[in-house]
């Protein structure tokens, strides 16, 4: 879909940071088990199997860490993929805001409360 919209885009294999750190001097790639789409003209990444980080986000675990950055490239009518191993920079603050609103009703025996969530 992407190629076919002329969307430049790259795939980007990682590992969570918290399981198994990704190790660029170790040729195994049987622990990278997430995937991360990486559009260069933008700089920004999806997570496309985690419909709760928009665009822009991946879930915090892969970020700080390395990831193998694959490119698809043409020679001719031939088309193969170019790996890298670079950074996943984390988000900052202002880059990942997570406003909530929250309201807490106390019940009048004090023992249920009921906690209303709404997020921006």
Same mark, same amino acid.
């Given at each position: 879909?992407?190629?076919?919209?002329?969307?430049?885009?790259?795939?980007?294999?990682?590992? =969570?940071?918290?399981?198994?750190?990704?190790?660029?001097?170790?040729?195994?790639?049987?622990?990278?088990?997430?995937?991360?789409?990486?559009?260069?003209?933008?700089?920004?990444?999806?997570?496309?199997?985690?419909?709760?980080?928009?665009?822009?986000?991946?879930?915090?675990?892969?970020?700080?860490? !390395?990831?193998?950055?694959?490119?698809?490239? !043409?020679?001719?009518?031939?088309?193969?993929?170019?790996?890298?191993?670079? =950074?996943?920079?984390?988000?900052?603050?202002?880059?990942?805001?997570?406003?909530?609103?929250?309201?807490? !009703?106390?019940?009048?025996?004090?023992? !249920?409360?009921?906690?209303?969530? =709404?997020?921006?």
């Amino acid at each position: 879909m992407l190629r076919r919209l002329n969307i430049g885009h790259e795939l980007v294999v990682t590992s =969570d940071r918290a399981d198994v750190a990704f190790d660029e001097s170790f040729d195994s790639w049987n622990y990278l088990d997430n995937y991360i789409l990486y559009f260069p003209e933008t700089k920004q990444m999806l997570a496309p199997a985690h419909p709760d980080f928009r665009y822009g986000m991946v879930p915090p675990g892969w970020t700080a860490s !390395k990831g193998l950055f694959v490119r698809t490239v !043409k020679l001719g009518s031939t088309e193969s993929a170019v790996g890298t191993v670079r =950074d996943i920079p984390t988000l900052s603050t202002e880059q990942s805001p997570f406003d909530l609103d929250i309201k807490v !009703k106390f019940a009048p025996e004090q023992d !249920k409360a009921i906690v209303v969530v =709404d997020m921006h």
